[in-house]
Nanobody, 126 residues
Framework: QVQLVESGGGLVQAGDSLRLSCAVS???????MGWFRQAPGKEREFLGA????????YYADSNKGRFTISRDNAKNTVYLQMNSLNSEDTAVYYC????????????????????WGQGTQVTASS
């Protein structure tokens, strides 16, 4: 069992940066941790993922370098650093956990993830 709690969302101005946190508890060491977002009326979008056991990071092709994933083992926390935010980044952001043996091919698929956090709202005003 894994519990995920996101935090750090809020209202920002276009061009601002924001760092989201995902506090992890349970048997997280065997999992892949992914970040997704979902805007109103749109499908859930994959942003990137990190393998907890070796720190390997996989980013979505659409990332374009604005989003960075990291982890703090001592705090059992995964982060999503977001820079140069704009109105198109407005969404609910989620972290999720998938089995560590998952092929990278399936990292982008929401159904691959077993556990989800409650989500945190990010609103970027223009």
């Amino acid at each position: 069992q894994v519990q995920l709690v996101e935090s750090g969302g809020g209202l920002v101005q276009a061009g601002d940066s924001l760092r989201l946190s995902c506090a992890v508890s349970g048997r997280f060491s065997i999992y892949v941790m992914g970040w997704f977002r979902q805007a109103p009326g749109k499908e859930r979008e994959f942003l990137g993922a990190i393998r907890w056991n070796d720190g390997h990071i996989y980013y979505a092709d659409s990332n374009k370098g604005r989003f960075t994933i990291s982890r703090d083992n001592a705090k059992n926390t995964v982060y999503l650093q977001m820079n140069s935010l704009n109105s198109e980044d407005t969404a609910v952001y989620y972290c999720a956990a998938a089995p560590a043996g998952l092929s990278e091919t399936y990292y982008i698929t929401p159904r691959s993830y077993i556990y989800w956090g409650q989500g945190t709202q990010v609103t970027a005003s223009s």
